[in-house]
């Protein structure tokens, strides 16, 4: 992953991601998911350099959450907030 954009968004949803990079999948067999907020974020479009999703409506709950990493392929380090 080399860039997401943009890096706020409602915590209504309805953002348009675009998230940036390579050798994303295209394979049936190895579908796509993308989480924001550890929610799903729906994919409209997506290349093997480009993914468009469309982000949820954030949970209710205010405690952190802290995510394990199985089963994690890909990783940002460029952060997404909600206002």
Known sequence: I???TPN???TQGG???NINGNYFSTSTRYPL???VGNQ???ILSS???TI???TPVAPSSSQN???GGRGLQMYSTSGYTTQ
């Open 47 to 49: 290349t093997t350099t």
């Open 2 to 4: 080399s860039s997401v």
């Open 33 to 35: 998911v993308v989480k």
């Open 65 to 67: 959450q802290y995510q």
């Open 40 to 42: 799903p974020c729906t």
């Open 52 to 54: 468009q999703c469309q």
């Open 8 to 10: 706020t968004g409602s």
């Open 15 to 17: 953002t348009m991601l």
